[in-house]
């Protein structure tokens, strides 16, 4: 089985611009969540997706939005990017086949590295 | 609260010895934690979890082992070789309905031959 696919790998953007990425979560896995991986504050969660509904968010502004399609392929998008969104954006997809989505193990792709100049 | 503070610590181990890296989760009220090893150029990797309801757990030469009391998780691995050198994070599903994983800060894991 496939794992979790990102696209680009790399994206080199300036200030005020903005970026789409895109991942496809591993298949019959229906929730995806985005993370944000820098060095000064490591891996942190930007929000889930389930069912093409935001289910969880994190702490970042509204630049940074998401969606998710009915064949479960998540898109976000960050809008007048600025230097310190210059980070690696991870998607993690998981199966949500228990009852408890909590105990749900996550799979992570291999990341879009963002470069804003 | 969120893990912040990117101090990175660093263990170097021999090869053919075992690992044991530790982490310190936030929320008591967590119940699924996992563990993943991070190699450079690369999204995490899963290693192994473990539920709430459970104080050790054990894969292929690695176990975890949840200390609820001190809100303390460890990964141990055995015969530890140069292929296991990367950073190791603990990650806390702090959300009981969903997913919204808290991440530790990492540990960097080297190998010495």
């Known amino acids: 089985k496939a794992g979790v696919t990102q696209t680009p790998r790399y994206l080199i953007k300036t200030r005020g611009q903005q970026v789409t990425l895109s991942c496809s979560p591993i298949s019959g896995h229906r929730s995806v969540s985005w993370y944000q991986q820098t060095p000064g504050q490591g891996l942190q969660f930007l929000f889930e997706?389930?069912?093409?509904?935001?289910?969880n968010k994190g702490n970042f502004p509204g630049r940074f939005s998401g969606r998710q399609f009915s064949n479960s392929r998540s898109e976000m998008n960050v809008s007048t990017l600025e230097l310190g969104d210059s980070a690696l954006y991870l998607c993690a997809s998981s199966s949500l086949r228990l009852l408890r989505s909590s105990q749900e193990t996550q799979y992570f792709g291999p990341g879009t590295r963002l470069l804003v100049l | 609260g969120e893990s912040v503070g990117l101090h990175l610590p660093t263990l170097s181990v021999q090869e053919g010895d075992n690992s044991i890296i530790n982490c310190a989760y936030s929320n008591s009220a967590s119940d699924y934690f996992i563990w993943y090893k991070q190699e450079s150029g690369k999204g995490p990797q899963f290693i192994i979890d473990i539920r709430s309801n459970m104080d050790k757990r054990q894969g292929q030469r690695v176990t975890v082992l949840l200390n609820k009391t001190v809100k303390h998780l460890s990964l141990q691995i055995a015969a530890t070789q140069p292929g296991d050198s990367a950073v190791y994070f603990c990650a806390e599903n702090i959300n009981n309905y969903g997913q919204n994983f808290v991440f530790g800060p990492g540990t960097r894991l080297s190998v010495l031959p």
């Open positions: 997706y389930f069912s093409e509904t935001q289910r």
